[in-house]
């Protein structure tokens, strides 16, 4: 039949699609039925080998057409071996294994803020699930070592972005297993927010030192760096008022500085 040739092709929406017009023309015959349930059946075996073998996005395809197409029919229902709700825990297991894959590609790339992102997608999805909780964890680590590796280089940018990226995002790791008490304690709020001001202190010493040195476009860069990372605090700074323009100054002021003696 053209449905049975759909199915073999792998085109399971149209399968289901045929199986369910011979069903309305005939309603009451247990044959049509029965191959419509068959139908069914071995589209969701084909999801779950597809799962098993790690080819998470046409798992999920498979899942999703079985979900959008459910049939509420008692006697279908009946019939099958499984329920709705085990094609909805699949289709979840498979987006969040997707999302990790991406956010593993985007923390590879050092993208943080991304793959932070893409791991909460995951565990809002599976909020129990233990693998997708301890491989958050585990990205937790990494990027707060890349943030002291940054703090110990002096690179106050990045070491300000990854520290706010983890006191931004603190709520969604507290309490994760595997990250341990050692960890957890470098990671408290008042720990973070103290190696933020650090980088802030450090960006204003760059921008001031530019500053005096006369070369105003850097300083002014510096000054972009301190507000497009969140990091403005009120500072105060000696200079000669022939060495600064109205750009600068107002660069100045909205980084946070409050006085030129």
């Given at each position: 039949s053209d449905a049975a040739r759909h199915l073999a092709a792998g085109e399971y929406?149209?399968?289901i699609d045929l199986q369910k017009a011979m069903r309305l023309k005939a309603p009451r015959n247990r044959k049509v039925a029965a191959e419509?349930?068959?139908?069914?059946?071995?589209?969701?075996r084909a999801a779950d080998a597809a799962r098993v073998k790690g080819d998470y996005a046409t798992a999920a395809g498979t899942y999703s057409i079985l979900v959008g197409s459910w049939d509420e029919d008692k006697a279908v229902a009946e019939a099958l071996t499984f329920k709705k709700s085990d094609l909805e825990a699949g289709l979840g297991i498979c987006r969040?294994?997707?999302?990790?894959?991406?956010?593993?590609?985007?923390m590879k790339a050092g993208n943080f803020g991304k793959a932070v992102g893409l791991y909460r997608a995951a565990l809002k999805d599976q909020p129990g699930e233990k693998s997708a909780r301890a491989e958050y964890a585990s990205a937790i680590l990494e990027?707060?070592?890349a943030g002291e590796r940054a703090l110990a280089e002096r690179d106050y940018a990045a070491a300000g972005r990854i520290h706010g990226l983890l006191l931004d995002n603190l709520g969604?790791?507290?309490g994760l297993e595997g990250i341990?008490?050692?960890a957890a304690a470098s990671l408290r709020k008042d720990r973070l927010f103290e190696?933020?001001?650090?980088?802030r202190q450090g960006l204003t010493n760059s921008g001031l030192a530019e500053y005096r040195k006369g070369d105003l476009e850097r300083a002014i860069e510096i000054c972009r760096g301190i507000l497009e990372r969140g990091l403005r605090i009120e500072w105060m700074c000696e200079g000669r008022v022939d060495r600064v323009d109205e750009?600068?100054?107002?660069?100045?002021?909205?980084?946070g500085c409050s006085l030129i003696a």
């Open positions: 929406r149209k399968a419509y349930v068959a139908t069914v059946e071995e589209i969701k969040s294994a997707i999302r990790g894959q991406e956010a593993r590609r985007e990027i707060k070592a969604s790791f507290e341990g008490k050692a190696a933020i001001k650090v980088c750009e600068m100054l107002r660069w100045m002021k909205t980084a």
